[in-house]
């Protein structure tokens, strides 16, 4: 699928040492160094496009960008993979209640997503690659499951045996009870007749009455979601064979760790006999008025909107990174009139005539991002500074800055 338009980043080669980026693993709960490399491999789990794309996707994907930018900043090559569940049940369920054709609805539901990405200033992934034009692939890594004896048939659909793989469950550190109950909050279904394991997932379904089809050796059906991810990051991210790990990073909103996450991974580890990633990194949740956000319960707010209102872009990624990515997190009023607030400041000191020194400034915006991408410490040195050049403090150089906040946090002024 035809990615976002490219994003515009200029060079931060000005003589500015980049520290090693550190992320937390939610592997192992731990602050990690991600290792120093030439080329990194990132690959982030889309959107499913049945549903208004709101601020909660925006902050995940804003994350990842973060992190795409500090690697380019850092002198290396990021492969970055983003897919798209552009077939799936709740797409067709709600193509189905809304009475409109799915592919229609996956298609108005990218169109809003990926203009919220360019809005946001978010640098575009290198594939852009939707579930439909992937489906030769999955079914590729299917029948290799198959060979290997880890898929088998209920009826005619066809499931993943995860007991093949003795590490399940050790990213989400999970206890049974608890895998199962939120497998079946989110789209698995634990106590079907015929299961060999209740957390076997569903990779091959076949085709139902009034639902779309593609013609396989398997029969024709349609792909699940965690195979979808597993074979498109394979496929697409080229692992290199030398590699102990198959990817850099491999990332999405924290609602993913289980089951989706976990489900690639065990299905990776067979499909190669590797793990599927150095780094599991999870971005927070984002709600509004204590609740999380969804179609379901009204309240969802759209960058769109924002933008359609005259909301400037740029507030809505200061809004959004004011906070620490892994935190679970409200929007609200008071924080976008505070960000809005904070860019006009900053705004005001760069124009301004005299400007507090900036070299120590972008080595504590360098390590602060280094350290977990802890923004909130990042829009905590830039307040100070934008006070001290209010307060007549001269030496900076503002050029220099200027490259910094648009390189690394994406905010053009
Ligand atoms: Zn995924």
Excluded at 174 to 203: H, W, Y
Aim: aromatic content about 8%; proline content about 4%; charged content about 25%.
């Amino acid at each position: 699928m035809k990615s976002w338009a490219q994003v515009n980043i200029p060079s931060i080669d000005v003589g500015i040492s980049v520290p090693q980026l550190h992320l937390t693993n939610s592997k192992t709960g731990k602050l990690q160094e991600v290792p120093n490399k030439s080329e990194y491999r990132m690959y982030v789990c889309g959107i499913t496009p049945y549903d208004a794309t709101h601020l909660g996707h925006a902050a995940t994907y804003l994350t990842f960008d973060l992190i795409n930018r500090y690697l380019i900043a850092s002198g290396s090559k990021v492969h970055y993979v983003q897919n798209i569940t552009d077939i799936d049940d709740p797409l067709l369920e709600r193509a189905k209640l809304d009475g409109v054709d799915w592919v229609e609805l996956a298609h108005s539901q990218i169109d809003l997503f990926t203009s919220d990405m360019v809005n946001l200033r978010v640098i575009p992934p290198e594939h852009y690659i939707g579930a439909v034009e992937a489906i030769p692939l999955i079914i590729s890594a299917i029948k290799t499951l198959q060979d290997l004896g880890s898929i088998y048939p209920i009826d005619t659909d066809f499931y993943f045996s995860n007991s093949a793989e003795s590490d399940f469950g050790g990213l989400s550190h999970l206890d049974r009870a608890e895998m199962e109950f939120i497998f079946s909050q989110r789209g698995g279904n634990p106590t079907l007749e015929g299961k060999r394991d209740s957390l076997d997932c569903l990779v091959w379904m076949s085709q139902r009455e009034g639902e779309p089809g593609w013609t396989s050796s398997l029969g024709t059906g349609r792909p699940g979601w965690h195979i979808e991810c597993t074979a498109i990051a394979l496929e697409y991210l080229h692992p290199n064979s030398l590699d102990l790990e198959l990817i850099d990073i491999q990332g999405g909103g924290s609602d993913l760790i289980f089951p989706h996450h976990e489900m690639c991974r065990s299905q990776a580890k067979i499909l190669t006999g590797k793990e599927l990633a150095t780094n599991y990194v999870h971005a927070g949740m984002i709600g509004l008025d204590g609740e999380k956000m969804s179609k379901s319960k009204g309240n969802l707010v759209l960058v769109s909107e924002l933008v359609r209102q005259g909301v400037d872009p740029m507030a809505i990624r200061f809004a959004l990174i004011s906070d620490h990515y892994r935190s679970d997190r409200m929007w609200g009023n008071e924080l976008l009139r505070k960000a809005t607030l904070s860019i006009e400041r900053l705004r005001k000191a760069l124009d301004g005539t005299s400007l507090a020194p900036t070299s120590e400034l972008i080595n504590e915006i360098l390590a602060a991002l280094a350290d977990d991408l802890d923004t909130p410490r990042v829009i905590s040195v830039l307040d100070l500074w934008v006070q001290r050049s209010f307060d007549g403090e001269t030496g900076g150089d503002r050029s220099a800055l200027e490259l910094v906040l648009d390189a690394l946090l994406g905010l053009k002024l």
